[in-house]
């Protein structure tokens, strides 16, 4: 998975409680991404960095947020879990797209229960 | 991780045949293109790719075409193999969009013995 982690790989919590999900890269990437994937619908970007400290929303950012205080950690919170934020979690990096594409790399992915 | 297989076209073939999987792409200002296979349990795996002012690119036993006039991607599998059974999506990017990439649904391939 291109040098990339995800942790917890699974999680079960409550509606109402805070989640944070983490994402570690050792590829020294600029960009990274965090997706929720649903039947039905393709990868849905959630929030994304261009740099440390440098993020801004995707297209389904409500009820998330996220931080990058350094290069290769990203991280992924939800405030207050709802079941609607039941889902697999994907994280991405890819470098500065150029010459060689803008191909994204993805971690293994993160499973959330909210009950 | 986990697929997506839930309420997705599916696409049969037997092994050693040939597959060819389509994808309709949204945005003619797209300028970039990707193929990804995603395996039960896993994330996605870049596959292969395509700029816009290309009509083909070849790989190992891949091969993707673009058809910007129809706005539509295929990806073609020789000689298909039981590991090739997965779900399989196309991404695109935006012109001036960044690096960010929009992705398709996906199509289940099924390789039959």
């Known amino acids: 998975d291109a040098g990339i982690t995800q942790s917890p790989r699974h999680k079960v919590t409550e509606t109402g409680t805070p989640v944070t999900l983490r994402c570690h890269q050792t590829?020294?990437?600029?960009?990274m991404y965090w997706y929720r994937q649903d039947p039905g619908h393709g990868l849905r970007l959630i929030h994304y960095?261009?740099?440390?400290?440098?993020?801004d929303k995707g297209e389904v950012s409500d009820g998330y947020s996220v931080s990058r205080s350094k290069t290769e950690d990203f991280l992924l919170t939800l405030e207050s879990a709802t079941s609607s934020q039941t889902s697999v979690y994907f994280c991405?990096?890819?470098?500065?797209?150029?010459?060689?594409?803008?191909?994204?790399?993805f971690g293994p992915g993160t499973r959330l229960t909210v009950t | 991780g986990e697929s997506v297989g839930l309420h997705l076209p599916t696409l049969s073939v037997q092994e050693g045949d040939n597959s060819i999987i389509n994808c309709a792409y949204s945005?003619?200002?797209?300028?970039?293109f990707i193929w990804y296979k995603q395996e039960s349990g896993k994330g996605p795996q870049f596959i292969i790719d395509?700029?816009?002012?290309?009509d083909k690119r070849q790989g190992q036993r891949v091969t993707v075409l673009l058809n910007k006039t129809v706005k539509h991607l295929s990806l073609q599998i020789a000689a298909t193999q039981p590991g090739d059974s997965a779900v399989y999506f196309c991404?695109?990017?935006?012109?001036?969009?960044?690096?960010?990439?929009?992705f398709g649904t996906g199509t289940q391939l099924k390789v039959e013995l």
């Open positions: 590829e020294n990437h600029r960009y």
């Open positions: 991404a695109e990017k935006l012109t001036g969009g960044g690096n960010k990439l929009t």
């Open positions: 945005n003619s200002a797209s300028d970039y």
């Open positions: 991405a990096i890819s470098d500065v797209g150029s010459r060689n594409g803008y191909e994204q790399y």
């Open positions: 960095s261009y740099g440390v400290k440098d993020t």
């Open positions: 395509i700029r816009s002012n290309m």
